[in-house]
Nanobody, 118 residues
Framework: QVQLVESGGGLVQPGGSLRLSCKGS????????LSWWRQELGKEREWVAT????????NYANSVKGRFTISRDDAENTLYLQMNSLKLEDTAVYYC???????????WGQGTQVTVSS
């Protein structure tokens, strides 16, 4: 049974930092591209960042580019999101996703809450 478990969320002041983790079990991360998504209350889920399983290439949403860094450790089956210079609008539930591009093969975690507030 595949399971993705996010951790590292919490309450942080504007300008602060958090590091999210996503630990996979029952799945070989090296076979999957990995991404982070987020969802604010009452809004649609939006894509944040993706990291390839082929060349570790990364892509970011414009809203987080230069502030967030996605990385992966396939030996530990773990995905990370380093979030710096956090803003109020980064408040959301953050989800990790493992997927095979151009297929229906994907898995989601349950999410971790990030709240940016003064």
């Amino acid at each position: 049974q595949v399971q993705l478990v996010e951790s590292g969320g919490g309450l942080v002041q504007p300008g602060g930092s958090l590091r999210l983790s996503c630990k996979g079990s029952g799945i070989t991360f090296g076979r999957y591209a990995l991404s982070w998504w987020r969802q604010e209350l009452g809004k649609e889920r939006e894509w944040v960042a993706t990291i390839s399983n082929v060349d570790d290439g990364t892509n970011y949403a414009n809203s987080v580019k230069g502030r967030f860094t996605i990385s992966r450790d396939d030996a530990e089956n773990t995905l990370y999101l380093q979030m710096n210079s956090l803003k109020l609008e980064d408040t959301a539930v953050y989800y990790c996703k493992a997927f095979i591009p151009r297929s229906d093969n994907d898995y989601w975690g349950q999410g971790t809450q990030v709240t940016v507030s003064s």
